[in-house]
């Protein structure tokens, strides 16, 4: 599809992007790149961030990759210090690295919680904390007189309550917090806005294929004809809207962008069903290429 924006709105700017090698965050990689910007990925696996890379460098796009998990604050910092070495100074964070499987309370194991939380809420907070001395006004590499951008990327499911998700709902609404807080001290301390974006389901994403396998979705698409995908190229728009001089005066907002499904009823499947949907995707993750994780994580 063909962006609504002009194609040098970012230009000159440099993105470091967690997550940014598959699903949204490759796609808000990308359409970064397109409009000017020189992107750095961060992630877990080399592979992935090798053939991202390879994608967006055949589109011209200037762009490295890091490996690195959010959990950890020595890669934190080592991936926002060799962004900085590369390319001479961050603009943009986006926080897109995320966890998820879908399971009930009862057989969610507090460890399992944890890790969702570690790596969406804790995540997401260090790598802003990593990041604020290249971002903020003044900071290495930046223009005294401006700062920064920050998109956290969030969720609908907390907004009311969804099945078998109490560890994202909870990791989720700990995102939205932070973004609120930060852009208040940081938005009036450092003129860095802080945004986030709670994606809808969107096709074609690990997410997509670990919470709503075809097994699920096929059946409640005929049964719920209103339901329906969103596209990766949805969410990376609005990333470019939050993160341009068009919404220079959006500070501390969450925007959803999932076609107004989080007003309706969650839709809702067994536990048995979840279950049977569970050992599916442990049975691929198993027999998983090279490459490919093998934790449903």
């Known amino acids: 599809m ?4 002009k194609g040098d709105i970012l230009k000159g700017k440099v993105a470091l992007i967690t997550g940014g ?3 949204i965050g490759f796609e808000i990689s990308t359409q970064f790149g397109k409009h000017g910007a020189s992107v750095a990925l961060m992630g877990r696996r080399k592979q992935v961030l090798d053939s991202a890379v390879s994608v967006l460098k055949s589109l011209g796009i200037p762009a490295v ?3 690195g998990d959010v959990r950890k604050q ?3 910092t080592r991936v926002v210090q060799s962004t900085f070495q590369h390319f001479g100074k961050i603009d943009i964070l986006v926080n897109a690295a995320a966890g998820n499987f879908l399971v009930s309370a009862e057989d969610l194991s507090p460890n399992g919680f944890r890790t969702v939380l570690d790596i969406d809420s804790v995540g997401t907070f260090t790598m802003c904390h990593e ?3 290249y971002l903020k006004k003044g900071g290495q ?3 005294s007189s401006t700062g920064g951008a ?3 990327i969030s969720a609908t499911l907390h907004y009311t309550a969804n099945w078998y ?3 994202v709902s909870a990791a989720k609404a700990a995102v939205d917090a932070t973004t609120r807080n930060l852009a208040l001290e940081w938005g009036t301390d450092h003129d860095i806005r802080v945004n986030g974006i709670a994606p809808g389901p969107i096709s074609g994403t690990p997410g997509m294929s670990k919470l709503a396998p075809d097994e699920v979705t096929s059946k409640d698409r005929e049964e719920r004809p209103l339901y329906k995908l969103g596209e990766k190229w949805d969410i990376a728009m609005a990333a470019l809207y939050l993160v341009s001089d068009a919404g220079k005066f959006v500070n501390g907002d969450t925007l959803i962008v999932d076609g107004g499904l989080w007003l309706s009823q969650p839709r809702h499947i067994s536990k048995e069903a979840v279950k049977q949907v569970s050992r599916s995707i442990e049975k691929k993750s198993r027999v998983a290429p090279v490459g490919v994780p093998k934790s449903k994580l």
Do not use: M, T, Y
Not at 2 to 5: A, G
């Open 165 to 167: 998700q109490v560890h």
């Open 150 to 152: 920050i998109i956290n």
């Open 74 to 76: 020595e890669d934190a």
């Open 65 to 67: 990759a890091f490996e």
């Open 2 to 5: 063909e962006s609504p924006f």
């Open 21 to 23: 090698a598959s699903g």
């Open 131 to 133: 990041a604020l001395k």
């Open 141 to 143: 590499g930046r223009n």
